[in-house]
């Protein structure tokens, strides 16, 4: 299902993901796309495995590429996950093309853009990374599109961590894509302001957003995108706002120009 015209939901479903729990709204996974030849998934043996060690059990013929994704939300009772990927490079369809649009792809977006129902992929779970020290404060967002399923989850969902309750208008979430139509609208209590970029490269919208903001106010900050975008405003919180180090969590989740293997 097509969300906007570069991000598609896929749902995967596997009889052990009715066992599968999720800890924190933004809890993401391993997945492992398989190869020509296919995925040759060892039958036991993977409980309490990385992602990286479930890869390595995997004969060299086999051997699947590894990506991470965000579980987008989860279905115990039918065994189900839902996963939204960023088609970018050549799998995206933008409208007008930009240099940065141009971006090569990768397995992921491959898999993301060519995948059919029956398709057969690993899946291998890591816990995400919301964890507010003091969650009736004011929180800030900052993301991109690759993880806007994790902001949507962490906005959206009535128990977003043990303990936390649903967040309101003391949240600000800044979110940064490339286009009108990657705007893809989150119910939430939660400010949400968009910044398109067109064009241009990521992390363009720090500098004007971070005027707005009165660091001294922020107590957590939950910043994941491309790397230079949240290696910028963590920067810009410490340097310029004096926001404490332990009070922002942050995650290059894909780096312009390099494969996240
Ligand atoms: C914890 C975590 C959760 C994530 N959740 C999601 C999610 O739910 N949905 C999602 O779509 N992504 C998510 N990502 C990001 C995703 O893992 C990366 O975008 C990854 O690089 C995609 O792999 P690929 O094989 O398509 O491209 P790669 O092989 O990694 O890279 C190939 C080329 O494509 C470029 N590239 C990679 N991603 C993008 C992009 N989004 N836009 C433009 N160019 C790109 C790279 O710079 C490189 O030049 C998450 C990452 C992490 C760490």
């Known amino acids: 299902m097509s969300l906007t015209p570069r991000m598609r939901r896929i749902t995967l479903h596997a009889p052990q993901l ?43 013929r086999c051997r699947p590429e590894l990506r991470w994704y965000t579980v987008r939300a989860h279905r115990p009772d039918v065994g189900e996950v839902d996963v939204d990927i960023v088609l970018h ?34 899946f291998v779970e890591g816990n995400g990374l919301y964890s507010p020290t003091d969650p009736s404060g ?43 139509s990657d705007i893809h609208p989150i119910a939430t209590g939660a400010t949400v302001h968009w910044h398109v970029r067109d064009g241009g490269p990521p992390g363009l919208s720090i500098p004007r957003v971070l005027d707005g903001v009165a660091p001294e106010e922020i107590s957590y900050a939950w910043i994941c995108a491309e790397a230079s975008l949240v290696q910028e405003a963590r920067r810009f919180l410490i340097a310029q706002g004096g926001v404490a180090k332990e009070l922002i969590t942050f995650s290059g989740y894909w780096r312009q120009g390099e494969a996240r293997t």
């Open 18 to 60: 009715t066992d599968y729990e999720l800890l924190r709204p933004d809890d993401f996974f391993a997945l492992l796309i398989p190869g020509p030849a296919g995925l040759d998934l060892p039958a036991d043996g993977l409980v309490g495995s990385s992602p990286r060690g479930v890869a390595d059990l995997i004969g060299d």
């Open 89 to 122: 490079g050549d799998h995206g369809d933008h409208g007008d093309h930009s240099d940065h649009d141009h971006a090569a792809s990768g397995p992921g977006g491959r898999w993301a853009a060519t995948v059919t129902p029956g398709d057969v992929a690993g």
């Open 138 to 180: 004011r929180q800030v967002f900052f993301a991109d599109v690759t993880a806007l399923p994790a902001l949507s989850s962490i906005l959206t969902s009535p128990e977003p961590a043990p303990g936390v309750a649903a967040l309101g208008s003391q949240a600000t979430a800044h979110i940064e894509v490339d286009h009108d």
